[in-house]
């Protein structure tokens, strides 16, 4: 079959679905790689090292998607992309589908199959192909990265003739993918971490990357068992325990992370005005919820603000973008793996297993029919 990934459109969108690397390793399944001229530039790939992987270099978007057999992208495509599906394509990519119902009709009105990415089951077997996890950790990582730079000062204690320096203290809250590379990140610079979730589970993982776990002694912190280990929402008399915890560490930390998030609702708001405005100037907040609104009441997202006391609110929603080669290199690599996946005998033949439940689970379009939500996973 012949792969191809697209020029990403999207306004500042700096990543690429196929590099050099994963090219060659997709060849090894028997299929061929197409790349639009220029897709990679951005991530750090040129023509030529698309060229030297036996990747065929395209002239124009149109001629890509006319080309390839399987379209790789990173963003859902926009409207315009979604014209040049055409029955029989597959496209693979972030989607979204809940959240772009418009696009999930077109795509099934022209008979192209989707594979998104975001709906990868989170289940053992699937952790190579979960992009969701591969940018969450650079998110994380890139937090700590921006909050450094904003930070006018050392992450790790010092002493020196010119002086004795403290550690940053650092406040990391919500420890999933992102919050745990943010720890683990900040720990390693040498601050001194603290870090909260509602689902106490994690207090061991924070604990064993050097960290400390804010404990609230509650009755009703969850276990996310019956949330398939996503945390719910919690009730007013929880999350006020949790507010006066964060009242009480506002005075006291320089940088704070925060990446709390609730499947398929607006993040919910736990940095509040009075807890930055109890922050001493210099300190930095970065909010890794700002797309889905934000953690901290003063996030504004894609920006960069500067609070009246001097603290600086990072709402950029770009983090894996910032690191595109990074990002690229990882994403990529998932969507090798789903095409391994696809290809069984790895004779450049795409076998699509609706049996299967990863690729069950992703698929959104196939054969004319919308497929998703799908049936919840058989295994673990
Ligand atoms: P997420 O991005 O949905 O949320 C980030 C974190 O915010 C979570 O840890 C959540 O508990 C926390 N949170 C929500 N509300 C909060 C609040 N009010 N206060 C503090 N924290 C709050 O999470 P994620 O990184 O996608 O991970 C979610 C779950 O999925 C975890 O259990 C993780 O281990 C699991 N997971 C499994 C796999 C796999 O098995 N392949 C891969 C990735 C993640």
Redesign the pocket.
């Known amino acids: 079959m012949k792969i191809g990934a697209p020029k990403e459109l999207a306004t500042g969108e700096a990543r690429v679905a196929l590099t050099p690397d994963s090219a060659q390793l997709i060849q090894k399944l028997g299929h061929e790689c197409l790349i639009e001229t220029g897709a990679g530039v951005a991530a750090g790939f040129d023509d030529e090292a698309y060229r030297d992987a036996g990747v065929t270099v395209v002239e124009s978007a149109e001629a890509l998607w006319r080309e390839a057999e399987v379209v790789i992208k990173v963003r859902e495509p926009s409207e315009a992309e979604a014209d040049l599906l055409r029955k029989g394509q597959t496209l693979i990519s972030f989607f979204w589908p809940a959240q772009n119902e418009a696009l999930l009709e077109k795509s099934r009105a022209k008979g192209a199959t989707v594979i998104a990415m975001d709906m990868v089951p989170?289940?053992?077997r699937?952790?190579k192909m979960?992009a969701?996890?591969s940018m969450?950790n650079i998110a994380g990582y890139r937090a700590v990265i921006e909050a450094g730079n904003n930070f006018g000062r050392f992450f790790t204690g010092q002493v020196t003739a010119a002086g004795k320096v403290p550690p940053a203290k650092v406040l990391v809250?919500?420890?999933?993918?992102?919050?745990l590379a943010a720890i683990g990140t900040a720990t390693s610079l040498g601050a001194v971490v603290r870090a909260?979730?509602?689902?106490p589970e994690?207090a061991e993982q924070i604990e064993s990357m050097g960290a400390e776990f804010l404990f609230l002694d509650f009755e009703e912190a969850q276990d996310?068992s019956g949330t398939g280990?996503?945390?719910a929402p919690?009730s007013p008399e929880f999350r006020e325990k949790?507010l006066a915890l964060f009242r009480e560490q506002a005075p006291e930390v320089d940088i704070v992370i925060t990446?709390?998030?609730?499947?398929g609702r607006p993040a919910?708001k736990?940095w509040l005005e009075d807890m930055v405005k109890a922050m001493k100037p210099g300190s930095v907040i970065v909010d890794l919820a700002a797309e889905k609104g934000g953690n901290c009441d003063l996030t504004v997202p894609n920006e960069r603000v500067v609070t009246d006391n001097g603290v600086v609110v990072v709402g950029y929603t770009d983090f894996p973008s910032r690191m595109a080669t990074q990002s690229s290199l990882l994403y990529a690599t998932n969507i090798r793996h789903m095409l391994t996946d696809l290809t069984p005998e790895k004779d450049g033949a795409i076998v699509h297993d609706m049996e299967d439940d990863v690729i069950r689970g992703a698929t959104v379009t196939h054969q004319g029919e919308i497929t998703f939500p799908p049936p919840p996973p058989k295994v673990k």
Do not use: E
């Open positions: 989170r289940i053992s699937a952790q979960d969701l996890s969450a809250i919500g420890a999933g993918v992102a919050g909260f979730d509602v689902r994690v996310g280990g996503y945390a919690s949790q990446t709390a998030l609730i499947p919910p736990l």
